[in-house]
């Protein structure tokens, strides 16, 4: 389980019209208390996917490292589910699934960041190949496993799940829930 505070949100300049959704919810910022571990399982119920997958940015600092980890899994898992999707266009051998792996083995600590970067270059040529080709059922899956791969750093492994998400805001119900289950299973319970 994974938690941030009101003073970690605060310092990591959340958006106040979300901050103060969440902090009502909860009876307020001075009842709850600036400092109390709020559960990110939490904000999933009260505020939704987006503001949850915010909050892996500012969690406890003892669980960063953790946070970490679990963002770079679920954009792999993210990207896993729309790989396939994917229809390769004339010339392309790259296969989603062989970046997605490299990318969770790099969030185990069993491959290097020299592996990780290859596998998010061949993905993006594959995406922008891929755009040029505007083969737009497959578009999706293209680049959320080319997000996923070239997350090397904690911030943009983040922006990989977040873009991940966010694909599938305009009307894909049936999407949005199925992420929201693989944050609650990462996240386990309180």
Same mark, same amino acid.
């Given at each position: 389980?994974?938690?941030?505070?009101?003073?970690?949100?605060?310092?990591?300049?959340?958006?106040?019209?979300?901050?103060?959704?969440?902090?009502?919810?909860?009876?307020?910022?001075?009842?709850?208390?600036?400092?109390?571990?709020?559960?990110?399982?939490?904000?999933?119920?009260?505020?939704?996917?987006?503001?949850?997958?915010?909050?892996?940015?500012?969690?406890?600092?003892?669980?960063?490292?953790?946070?970490?980890?679990?963002?770079?899994?679920?954009?792999?898992?993210?990207?896993?589910?729309?790989?396939?999707?994917?229809?390769?266009?004339?010339?392309?051998?790259?296969?989603?699934?062989?970046?997605?792996?490299?990318?969770?083995?790099?969030?185990?600590?069993?491959?290097?960041?020299?592996?990780?970067?290859?596998?998010?270059?061949?993905?993006?040529? %594959?995406?922008?190949?891929? *755009?040029? /080709? &505007? !083969? $737009? =059922? @497959? #578009?999706? +899956? %293209?680049?959320?496993?080319? *997000?996923? /791969? &070239? !997350? $090397? =750093? @904690? #911030?943009? +492994?983040?922006?990989?799940?977040?873009?991940? /998400?966010?694909?599938?805001? @305009? #009307?894909?119900?049936?999407?949005?829930?199925?992420?929201?289950?693989?944050?609650?299973?990462?996240?386990?319970?309180?």
């Amino acid at each position: 389980m994974l938690h941030t505070t009101f003073a970690l949100a605060e310092e990591a300049d959340v958006c106040s019209g979300r901050y103060d959704k969440f902090a009502e919810a909860v009876g307020g910022v001075k009842e709850y208390g600036k400092d109390t571990p709020i559960p990110l399982t939490r904000i999933l119920e009260v505020n939704g996917i987006r503001d949850a997958l915010w909050c892996f940015r500012c969690v406890l600092p003892e669980e960063r490292q953790e946070a970490d980890r679990m963002v770079r899994l679920l954009a792999c898992d993210f990207a896993e589910h729309v790989a396939p999707n994917w229809i390769a266009p004339p010339g392309v051998v790259w296969k989603p699934a062989d970046t997605i792996e490299v990318s969770r083995r790099f969030a185990l600590g069993k491959a290097t960041k020299a592996e990780l970067l290859a596998a998010g270059r061949a993905a993006w040529r %594959a995406a922008r190949a891929e *755009s040029s /080709a &505007r !083969a $737009e =059922s @497959s #578009g999706r +899956a %293209a680049w959320s496993t080319a *997000s996923a /791969a &070239r !997350a $090397e =750093s @904690s #911030g943009s +492994a983040w922006w990989a799940a977040w873009h991940g /998400a966010e694909s599938a805001r @305009s #009307g894909e119900s049936a999407e949005r829930q199925w992420q929201e289950e693989q944050i609650k299973r990462y996240l386990g319970s309180d």
